[in-house]
């Protein structure tokens, strides 16, 4: 840009602040778009940055969620578990004499019970695969399947007939509806099948509570969870205080407390430290490249910032021009590399990961790369403040 140019503008910049702000805002974007190979090395080092830190977030949220699904699609207003419970898991067996002082607790619509056991299906041609078998009540449904893909839950009603996972048909030994099969020692038919429902452990699979029982080998008064759903207008707070003194040697949790719960048992003991470091590796990588990229144009241009100095423009017109080009650079790069994320997590997206990026994700990626961009100029911010515009003269 040459100074006829610029004094040009300034010119017109003179007719007010708004004026003078579109004029220097022209200026920082043609600076901007001049150097064509920093453009591009500076927008990728802001997509290299959303990128890595959006897909491990989206695989961090899929993995959390793969183990919170259970509780999320249960139907179930509030669980009662075995003291310490953690996780919706196969554990620790209680009596069904909790089951039956849940249903005479006033407030309470249903209340049901849920097995949850590991065991295992034989294949045809040798060996077995591990599953987590969930037997759950027909009548209330509560934690039963969902996502099916095929069959139709009135099929758990059927004797020795259970639900199983579309995604491990052939690794179940190439298994299709009405298949005969061995679980657990027992013959069983395969009545449907769901899809995704794989947490960190073997897929789960449905049978009815008799069948459940008789498969894992457990007596008829014991469970593992008691499901419950509460009645219209009761006080939720009221009926979980009551179910504490009626049943002191359980634990009584609300579906959202339980998702909670589980999240922050996953982040503190097994993905917190390994996702966190990775998501913040790229925010660091992106910014280093950033901060380098926007200097090395400083430096390269100082005779240019100079002019600029000599002819008017004050400290302050030159810190928005490296504002808006951090906007500018945080906004394209934000919204390719966003773009990547979608077709990336599409792709990769399968039954035994999902990868979740949710509508706020989205929305705080331009925020955060825009803050990051802005830092990042601050050491080029530094070099042209103290520039001095007699330099053009030497």
């Given at each position: 840009m040459n100074a006829p140019d610029v004094q040009a503008r300034l010119r017109a910049a003179r007719g007010g602040r708004l004026t003078r702000g579109f004029a220097t805002t022209i200026l920082a974007v043609r600076m901007m778009l001049f150097d064509k190979a920093k453009f591009i090395g500076t927008v990728l080092g802001v997509v290299f940055a959303v990128v890595l830190a959006n897909q491990q977030l989206g695989i961090l949220f899929g993995l959390l969620q793969k183990n919170t699904m259970l509780v999320d699609n249960a139907g179930a207003d509030l669980w009662i578990v075995p003291p310490n419970t953690t996780s919706a898991a196969?554990?620790?067996?209680?009596?069904?004499?909790?089951?039956?002082?849940?249903?005479?607790?006033?407030?309470?619509?249903?209340?049901?019970a849920l097995v949850m056991?590991?065991?295992?299906?034989?294949?045809?041609?040798?060996?077995?695969?591990?599953?987590?078998?969930?037997?759950?009540?027909?009548?209330?449904?509560?934690?039963?399947?969902w996502n099916i893909v095929a069959g139709d839950r009135a099929n758990l009603r059927h004797v020795d007939t259970l639900?199983?996972?579309?995604?491990?048909?052939?690794?179940?030994?190439?298994?299709?509806?009405?298949?005969?099969?061995?679980?657990?020692?027992?013959?069983?038919?395969v009545g449907g099948f769901t899809w995704g429902l794989q947490p960190f452990g073997p897929p789960y699979t449905f049978a009815s509570l008799d069948t459940a029982r008789t498969l894992v080998?457990?007596?008829?008064?014991?469970?593992?969870?008691?499901?419950?759903t509460l009645a219209p207008g009761a006080d939720r707070a009221a009926v979980i205080a009551a179910l504490r003194t009626a049943i002191p040697t359980a634990d009584v949790i609300s579906r959202e407390d339980f998702h909670s719960l589980i999240v922050r048992n996953l982040l503190k003991d097994q993905l917190g430290v390994?996702?966190?470091?990775?998501?913040?590796?790229?925010?660091?990588?992106?910014?280093?490249?950033?901060?380098?990229?926007?200097?090395s144009s400083v430096i390269d241009n100082l005779r240019e910032f100079g002019t600029l100095?000599?002819?008017?423009?004050?400290?302050?017109?030159?810190?928005?021009?490296?504002?808006?080009?951090?906007?500018?650079?945080?906004?394209?790069?934000?919204l390719i590399g966003l773009g990547l994320v979608g077709f990336m997590a599409?792709?990769?997206?399968?039954?035994?990961?999902?990868?979740?990026?949710?509508?706020?994700?989205?929305?705080?990626?331009?925020?955060?790369?825009?803050?990051?961009?802005?830092?990042?100029?601050l050491l080029a911010l530094r070099r042209v403040r103290k520039l001095e515009p007699g330099m053009v003269f030497r």
């Amino acid at each position: 840009m040459n100074a006829p140019d610029v004094q040009a503008r300034l010119r017109a910049a003179r007719g007010g602040r708004l004026t003078r702000g579109f004029a220097t805002t022209i200026l920082a974007v043609r600076m901007m778009l001049f150097d064509k190979a920093k453009f591009i090395g500076t927008v990728l080092g802001v997509v290299f940055a959303v990128v890595l830190a959006n897909q491990q977030l989206g695989i961090l949220f899929g993995l959390l969620q793969k183990n919170t699904m259970l509780v999320d699609n249960a139907g179930a207003d509030l669980w009662i578990v075995p003291p310490n419970t953690t996780s919706a898991a196969p554990g620790q067996r209680m009596s069904t004499q909790l089951l039956y002082q849940a249903q005479q607790t006033p407030g309470i619509a249903r209340a049901s019970a849920l097995v949850m056991a590991g065991t295992s299906i034989a294949k045809p041609g040798g060996g077995s695969e591990a599953i987590t078998l969930i037997g759950v009540d027909l009548e209330t449904m509560l934690g039963g399947p969902w996502n099916i893909v095929a069959g139709d839950r009135a099929n758990l009603r059927h004797v020795d007939t259970l639900f199983f996972e579309d995604a491990q048909r052939d690794k179940f030994g190439g298994i299709n509806l009405w298949s005969v099969r061995e679980v657990g020692g027992y013959r069983v038919r395969v009545g449907g099948f769901t899809w995704g429902l794989q947490p960190f452990g073997p897929p789960y699979t449905f049978a009815s509570l008799d069948t459940a029982r008789t498969l894992v080998g457990m007596p008829t008064d014991q469970l593992n969870f008691v499901l419950v759903t509460l009645a219209p207008g009761a006080d939720r707070a009221a009926v979980i205080a009551a179910l504490r003194t009626a049943i002191p040697t359980a634990d009584v949790i609300s579906r959202e407390d339980f998702h909670s719960l589980i999240v922050r048992n996953l982040l503190k003991d097994q993905l917190g430290v390994s996702f966190g470091t990775s998501t913040s590796f790229g925010l660091i990588i992106g910014f280093i490249i950033v901060a380098l990229s926007m200097f090395s144009s400083v430096i390269d241009n100082l005779r240019e910032f100079g002019t600029l100095k000599a002819i008017g423009l004050t400290n302050l017109d030159l810190t928005r021009m490296l504002m808006v080009q951090s906007v500018l650079y945080a906004a394209i790069g934000s919204l390719i590399g966003l773009g990547l994320v979608g077709f990336m997590a599409a792709g990769i997206s399968s039954a035994n990961l999902a990868v979740i990026v949710p509508h706020w994700l989205v929305l705080l990626t331009p925020c955060v790369m825009t803050g990051l961009c802005m830092l990042a100029s601050l050491l080029a911010l530094r070099r042209v403040r103290k520039l001095e515009p007699g330099m053009v003269f030497r």
